[in-house]
């Protein structure tokens, strides 16, 4: 869910194209609906469920194999090889499983292959990035009997249903052994999900056929084309050329010309990804922050980011309205908080800071910048949608307040590790989020710390004892309602205090024919179970 | 002419070597590949298992050597991201991209050497003056974007070509091709077009040139005056004659489509060796990256060599042995 790479690249087809818009000749109409043909943008690069941590290989693993819970459109927890699952003791989660369930090898789903698979996550050779940390609370698996499973935990730990919606169930018998290249190669490919691999012909397309025996809905198609597209342009060319039945990552550019045109359909949903920005917190009061000086080019000897009146003032600069508006075309949600309306744990009362520039000179002036400063905001270009567009307004408009501000944008490859290594004064990146606003709270926000695996993403080292006393508590409580309050009051806490500049959330946009229709994902995801013929519109 | 290709040999170790030295620096220096590649959520304990699965807590110089140790055998690493060979990742690739650089350069000679003869031959007529001018718009338009007007004008608007994918293929020798299905040639005609364009322009320019230069020789008013034919003249005498600056510039052009024809293979999603590199470089795949330098440099020796030994076939006069 986390890793999806919406890049903006470069010329799209809108802009390049704009004269073709009209008389445009009729498409095939949907006459094969037997075979439906996807366009994604990002590359899939193993069928392996447990070899890489990645959104596009998560799409295709979600398609093949399940997981003890779900997730539906809007990212809230549904019943998936689990039927129920409840907390037996404070620290004893208790899993009730899908009778019946068959893997597409005929081999029946039990509690064994649940154990089985749990054992495996740890253990997956040359793994970039593993699924070890969804079972890492787990310190005992006990089987009661086929169809009931428990994990018991040091202490007690009420995000274990949420961490098992990443963790795909292979088979105890067919996996064992089994190697990524057994899965690359489609032999081990075999879950329990809608589909089935027929041929997998890495970094162009998987092509699958429909699971008959499937316990859910039945699949709509009989076959899928799964193809791996990575030009913008040229996908949303495809699709207008009926190559592609359906395409993901739409450009924000072509948006509106894919909307105006009668035989296509747009399905859309605020995502989970927020766009933010990440202050400077790891110098102090008296250190230079590196990219920040005075207005002669003179180092300050202070770095203001640490008084939350300037974080405040540069919060408030920010005209959300204008970049939702005209540079993300609409396609995004102003926000002040990681996650949208209808997801546990939003907070309905924290509202977008409102675009406020003569109080922010205010604020500035209190703070003892009645002059402003200078300083340097770093952006990757190639990673979210229109992200280098974005820094370069919020640039303009740091400006306008007095913050002299000097934009530079490069390629994520190089961005992201100075990022990590704290080597900027501000900079521009975006956050995937599970349904939960501990997920972002713990990696961003609280202070890094390897024993309680925490802040490992806390780029800007924002700290803050008392924040992190509260998220801790929160993490103890197994009350869904208490803990959802004391989420929503943590999360004021943060905002309050500034800890990060929050700007927007992402609009996940599919484009397919008319004769489709499609339940959009909050998470991103892209997969064949969530298109169907359309019914009459 | 042995020593000649024993020389050549123990040149191509010397460059293979010196490369994969300044490859494996350079690639070191872009970036860190577990910062892209981890999950944003990883905790420490997770970020220090990855770093060591890559074997990216060695010092640099331990890196290589374990590479060098591994290319000597043959092995040149395991692809981050897909968890497969190196090597291997990029031979399986390599016939949709060989397929692709063939049938653009059998097209620009096919199309741009009569072009260039008939231009040379009759510079003022008004064909050979379209024929110029269109040779520099195959120049200047860039392949980005004449590729998609492909794509929009025979794709979307005619509907007569597919916009995208490889099509149908056949399996030969455990390889996959689509020029022998009739669906895979009309995946290939856009993307081919795509790439030759330019060198069609590039062969036309050098064809006319030395056809102009060659028709003022003595010889051929030599030939002329003993009452050849002139299809004798231009086929036998001329076209020799003018066959050396177009065999080195085709040659080149032809190694240089192979390796970058990044462009093409994106905007046709042609799943070829260059779509993987620009995959591999925007994650950071480090041995993907290595190992496909080394087999373009590789390719590179191979090509200026056979280009070589051509000149001596063209013209007695070129001797290999000499220095």
């Given at each position: 869910?986390?890793?999806?790479?919406?890049?903006?690249?470069?010329?799209?087809?809108?802009?390049?194209?704009?004269?073709?818009?009209?008389?445009?000749?009729?498409?095939?109409?949907?006459?094969?609906?037997?075979?439906?043909?996807?366009?994604v943008?990002?590359?899939?690069?193993?069928?392996d469920?447990?070899?890489?941590?990645?959104?596009?290989?998560?799409?295709?693993?979600d398609?093949?194999?399940?997981?003890?819970?779900?997730?539906?459109?809007?990212?809230?927890l549904?019943?998936?090889?689990?039927?129920?699952?409840?907390?037996v003791?404070?620290?004893?989660?208790?899993?009730?499983?899908?009778?019946?369930?068959?893997?597409?090898n005929?081999?029946?789903?039990?509690?064994?292959?649940?154990?089985?698979?749990?054992?495996r996550?740890?253990?997956?050779?040359?793994?970039?990035?593993?699924?070890?940390?969804?079972a890492?609370?787990?310190?005992?698996?006990?089987?009661?009997?086929?169809?009931?499973?428990?994990?018991?935990?040091?202490?007690?730990y009420?995000?274990?249903?949420?961490?098992?919606?990443?963790?795909?169930?292979?088979?105890?018998?067919?996996?064992a052994?089994a190697?990524?290249?057994?899965?690359?190669?489609?032999?081990?490919?075999?879950?329990?999900?809608?589909?089935?691999?027929?041929?997998h012909?890495?970094?162009?397309?998987?092509?699958?056929?429909?699971?008959?025996?499937?316990?859910?809905?039945?699949?709509?198609?009989?076959?899928?084309?799964y193809?791996m597209?990575?030009?913008?342009a040229?996908?949303?060319?495809?699709?207008?050329?009926g190559?592609?039945?359906?395409?993901?990552?739409?450009?924000?550019?072509?948006?509106?010309?894919?909307?105006?045109?009668?035989?296509?359909?747009?399905?859309?949903t605020?995502?989970?990804?927020?766009?933010?920005?990440?202050?400077?917190?790891?110098?102090?009061?008296?250190?230079?922050?590196?990219?920040?000086?005075?207005?002669?080019?003179?180092?300050?000897?202070?770095?203001?980011?640490?008084?939350?009146?300037?974080?405040?003032?540069l919060?408030?600069?920010?005209?959300?309205?204008?970049?939702?508006?005209?540079?993300?075309?609409?396609?995004?949600?102003?926000?002040?908080?990681?996650?949208?309306?209808g997801?546990?744990?939003?907070?309905?009362?924290?509202?977008?800071?409102?675009?406020?520039p003569?109080?922010?000179?205010?604020?500035?002036?209190?703070?003892?910048y009645?002059n402003?400063?200078?300083?340097?905001?770093?952006?990757?270009?190639?990673?979210?949608?229109?992200?280098?567009?974005?820094?370069?307004?919020?640039?303009?408009?740091?400006?306008?307040?007095?913050?002299?501000?000097?934009?530079?944008?490069?390629?994520?490859?190089?961005?992201?590790?100075?990022?990590?290594?704290?080597?900027?004064?501000?900079?521009?990146?975006?956050?995937?989020?599970?349904p939960d606003?501990?997920?972002?709270?713990?990696?961003?926000?609280?202070s890094?710390?390897?024993?309680?695996?925490?802040?490992?993403?806390?780029r800007?080292?924002?700290?803050?004892?008392?924040?992190?006393?509260a998220?801790?508590?929160?993490?103890?409580?197994?009350?869904?309602?208490?803990?959802?309050?004391?989420?929503?009051?943590?999360?004021?806490?943060?905002?309050?205090?500034?800890?990060?500049?929050?700007?927007?959330?992402?609009?996940?946009?599919?484009?397919?024919?008319?004769?489709?229709?499609?339940?959009a994902?909050?998470?991103?995801?892209?997969?064949a179970q969530?298109?169907?013929?359309?019914?009459?519109? | 002419?042995?020593?000649?290709?024993?020389?050549?040999?123990?040149?191509?170790?010397?460059?293979?070597?010196?490369?994969?030295?300044?490859?494996?620096?350079?690639?070191?220096?872009?970036?860190?590949?577990?910062?892209?590649?981890?999950?944003?959520?990883?905790?420490?304990?997770?970020?220090?298992?990855?770093?060591?699965?890559?074997g990216?807590?060695?010092?640099?110089?331990?890196?290589?050597?374990?590479?060098?140790?591994?290319?000597?055998?043959?092995?040149?690493?395991?692809?981050?991201?897909?968890?497969?060979?190196?090597?291997?990742?990029?031979?399986?690739?390599?016939p949709?991209?060989?397929?692709l650089?063939?049938?653009?350069?059998?097209g620009?000679?096919?199309?741009?050497?009569?072009?260039?003869?008939?231009?040379?031959?009759?510079?003022?007529?008004?064909?050979?003056?379209a024929?110029?001018?269109?040779?520099?718009?195959?120049?200047?338009?860039p392949?980005?974007?004449?590729?998609?007007?492909?794509?929009?004008?025979?794709?979307?608007?005619?509907?007569?070509?597919?916009?995208?994918?490889?099509?149908?293929?056949v399996?030969?020798?455990g390889?996959?091709?689509?020029?022998?299905?009739?669906?895979?040639?009309?995946?290939?005609?856009?993307?081919?077009?795509?790439?030759?364009?330019?060198?069609?322009?590039?062969?036309?320019?050098?064809?006319?040139?030395?056809?102009?230069?060659?028709?003022?020789?003595?010889?051929?008013k030599?030939?002329?005056?003993?009452?050849?034919?002139?299809?004798?003249?231009?086929?036998?005498?001329?076209?020799?004659?003018?066959?050396?600056?177009?065999?080195?510039?085709?040659?080149?052009?032809?190694?240089?489509?192979?390796?970058?024809?990044?462009?093409?293979?994106?905007?046709?999603?042609?799943?070829?060796?260059?779509?993987?590199?620009?995959?591999?470089?925007?994650?950071l795949?480090?041995?993907?990256?290595?190992?496909?330098?080394?087999?373009?440099?590789?390719?590179?020796?191979?090509?200026?060599?056979?280009v070589?030994?051509?000149?001596?076939?063209?013209?007695?006069?070129?001797?290999l042995?000499?220095k």
């Open positions: 869910m986390r890793k999806g790479i919406r890049a903006a690249k470069g010329v799209t087809l809108g802009a390049v194209v704009s004269a073709w818009a009209l008389a445009i000749g009729p498409a095939p109409q949907g006459a094969a609906a037997q075979t439906l043909t996807m366009g943008g990002a590359p899939v690069t193993s069928l469920p447990h070899y890489h941590q990645l959104s596009p290989n998560n799409a295709v693993a398609m093949i194999f399940e997981k003890l819970t779900h997730t539906d459109g809007q990212a809230r549904q019943p998936g090889l689990a039927t129920e699952w409840r907390a003791a404070p620290t004893v989660w208790e899993f009730k499983l899908r009778a019946g369930v068959r893997f597409h005929g081999s029946a789903f039990t509690a064994e292959d649940v154990a089985f698979t749990l054992q996550l740890p253990n997956v050779p040359n793994s970039p990035s593993s699924f070890a940390i969804y890492r609370s787990i310190q005992r698996v006990e089987i009661v009997d086929p169809l009931t499973i428990r994990f018991h935990t040091a202490a007690p009420p995000l274990l249903p949420l961490d098992m919606f990443n963790v795909r169930i292979i088979d105890a018998e067919t996996h052994n190697t990524t290249e057994g899965f690359n190669s489609g032999q081990l490919a075999v879950g329990t999900g809608p589909w089935r691999v027929v041929q012909r890495s970094g162009d397309r998987i092509e699958f056929e429909r699971n008959d025996t499937y316990w859910g809905d039945a699949p709509a198609f009989q076959r899928v084309s193809r597209v990575t030009n913008d040229a996908r949303t060319a495809a699709l207008l050329a190559d592609l039945d359906f395409i993901d990552q739409v450009p924000t550019s072509d948006l509106a010309r894919l909307r105006g045109d009668q035989r296509l359909a747009i399905s859309e605020v995502g989970l990804r927020l766009i933010f920005l990440g202050l400077d917190h790891a110098r102090g009061e008296n250190e230079n922050s590196p990219h920040i000086t005075d207005n002669d080019g003179r180092p300050l000897g202070r770095n203001p980011l640490k008084d939350v009146r300037v974080r405040r003032a919060n408030m600069a920010i005209d959300r309205e204008a970049i939702t508006q005209r540079i993300m075309e609409g396609a995004a949600t102003p926000t002040a908080q990681f996650l949208p309306p997801t546990f744990s939003h907070v309905p009362d924290l509202r977008p800071t409102r675009f406020d003569d109080g922010a000179r205010r604020l500035l002036a209190e703070a003892g009645p402003g400063f200078r300083i340097q905001l770093n952006s990757p270009n190639d990673r979210y949608i229109n992200d280098a567009r974005i820094a370069q307004a919020i640039g303009q408009m740091w400006t306008r307040i007095g913050v002299r501000t000097a934009v530079e944008a490069q390629t994520w490859a190089t961005f992201i590790g100075r990022a990590s290594r704290a080597e900027y004064s501000a900079h521009l990146i975006g956050w995937g989020s599970d606003a501990s997920h972002p709270m713990r990696n961003i926000i609280a890094p710390s390897r024993e309680r695996g925490w802040g490992a993403s806390n800007g080292r924002y700290a803050n004892p008392a924040f992190d006393a998220l801790e508590r929160s993490l103890r409580e197994l009350d869904e309602p208490t803990r959802e309050r004391m989420l929503m009051d943590i999360q004021r806490m943060a905002a309050e205090d500034v800890a990060i500049i929050p700007l927007h959330i992402q609009t996940n946009i599919w484009a397919m024919r008319r004769t489709l229709q499609h339940t994902r909050a998470d991103e995801l892209t997969r969530d298109v169907r013929p359309a019914t009459m519109r | 002419m042995s020593v000649y290709l024993l020389r050549r040999l123990i040149q191509a170790v010397g460059v293979v070597f010196a490369m994969s030295l300044i490859v494996f620096i350079g690639v070191f220096a872009i970036g860190d590949p577990v910062e892209i590649l981890i999950s944003p959520d990883a905790d420490q304990i997770e970020r220090e298992r990855a770093i060591r699965a890559l990216l807590d060695l010092p640099l110089w331990e890196q290589y050597l374990i590479f060098l140790g591994k290319a000597l055998q043959g092995d040149l690493g395991r692809s981050f991201v897909f968890n497969e060979p190196a090597l291997q990742l990029i031979l399986q690739r390599m949709a991209t060989l397929e650089a063939i049938a653009a350069t059998l620009a000679i096919v199309i741009g050497l009569p072009l260039g003869l008939y231009a040379g031959l009759r510079p003022h007529s008004l064909g050979s003056k024929i110029m001018a269109g040779s520099i718009l195959g120049f200047s338009l392949t980005f974007w004449v590729g998609l007007m492909l794509i929009m004008v025979f794709a979307v608007q005619l509907g007569w070509l597919p916009s995208t994918g490889r099509g149908d293929t399996e030969i020798l390889m996959r091709w689509s020029f022998l299905t009739a669906d895979g040639l009309a995946h290939l005609v856009m993307p081919a077009l795509n790439l030759a364009l330019f060198k069609i322009s590039l062969v036309i320019r050098l064809t006319r040139a030395g056809v102009r230069e060659t028709m003022l020789m003595d010889y051929v030599f030939a002329r005056a003993k009452g050849l034919s002139p299809f004798r003249v231009t086929f036998v005498h001329v076209f020799k004659n003018i066959l050396i600056p177009v065999v080195t510039v085709t040659g080149l052009e032809f190694g240089s489509t192979i390796a970058f024809s990044v462009v093409t293979e994106s905007i046709f999603a042609w799943p070829g060796m260059g779509k993987l590199i620009i995959d591999s470089i925007n994650v795949d480090r041995p993907v990256i290595v190992a496909y330098l080394m087999i373009i440099v590789l390719m590179f020796i191979t090509i200026n060599l056979i070589d030994l051509t000149y001596s076939v063209l013209d007695p006069r070129v001797r042995e000499g």
